[in-house]
């Protein structure tokens, strides 16, 4: 009864699957800066597929603001999204994820509860020039501002490259840890296909986050959880994954704690396999 004084009418709740949206939006975080639009196209796939969405905010841990490092805070967040699933009434969930850690604090957490899980990452941002050469953030940034500390350029350069390193919202246009993360998520089976690649401001993203909205109510009705996707097998084809695109090293720690929130033996033997 609570939940109408949203404004929610009785049929809302006869019959449909009330379905979470786990949305790490958040000013602070760059890379999630457009989950509020994103969310609202998985609620749209949500009714239109017979469930019923309901979004809520959890921790937001972005690395690129957050001190002295997200890693820090990552289990935290874990934490925040298992008890979040855990303790309201909801059937599945939608994760949104973008920034490096977010992406396995909530694969983390959903999978300590094991219902219905699908992941919409946030995609990549637009990538830039600066004097006749491509730049992109999550590497460019860190170098450039040692060269400044270094003399070598100066702030104003400095300030000219940073202006094509941040065209739009999204995660880091390399192959660091939100990328990587966001391929994992697609190897291991918790995203639908093209996840991980289409950019933060192309259409097809919110298409995707449309049709995400759609499967989740589907797997509800398959009671396709996360224990049935998260196999050791799903993990072996993630870590080929990330041999075959160069990924993150950061991507061992993250695999290995999704592993264990879901009781499956991954070691570092499996990767030297």
């Not at 998985?42 to 905010?57: D, H, I, M, R, S």
């Not at 509800?220 to 050791?232: F, M, Q």
Request: proline share 4%; net charge negative; glycine share 10%.
């Amino acid at each position: 009864s609570w939940m109408k004084n949203q404004g929610i009418p009785d049929h809302e709740f006869q019959g449909k699957p009330i379905i979470g949206i786990c949305n790490t939006w958040s000013e602070l975080t760059p890379c999630n800066a457009h989950f509020r639009k994103l969310a609202e196209h998985v609620k749209q796939g949500v009714l239109e597929a017979g469930g019923y969405p309901v979004e809520f905010p959890v921790f937001s841990n972005g690395e690129s603001n957050l001190r002295p490092t997200a890693m820090f805070t990552r289990n935290l967040a874990s934490m925040d999204v298992e008890e979040a699933i855990r303790g309201n009434p909801i059937d599945a969930v939608v994760l949104l994820v973008g920034c490096d850690k977010t992406t396995p604090a909530l694969l983390m957490g959903a999978a300590s509860c094991d219902i219905p899980t699908i992941v919409v990452t946030g995609g990549p941002m637009l990538n830039g020039k600066h004097k006749g050469k491509d730049i992109g953030s999550g590497t460019v940034v860190w170098k450039l501002s040692e060269q400044v500390q270094a003399g070598e350029i100066s702030l104003h350069d400095f300030m000219a490259a940073e202006a094509g390193m941040s065209r739009s919202a999204g995660t880091c246009n390399t192959m660091g840890t939100a990328s990587t993360m966001a391929c994992m998520a697609e190897s291991l089976g918790t995203s639908l296909p093209h996840n991980a690649a289409i950019p933060a401001v192309d259409s097809r993203r919110y298409v995707l986050a449309h049709l995400s909205g759609n499967r989740i109510v589907e797997m509800v009705n398959e009671d396709l959880r996360l224990s049935k996707i998260l196999t050791k097998e799903a993990f072996d084809n993630a870590i080929r994954t990330n041999a075959a695109i160069g990924g993150s090293t950061n991507a061992v720690i993250h695999l290995k704690a999704i592993a264990g929130r879901i009781g499956v033996d991954l070691t570092l033997d499996d990767w030297s396999r």
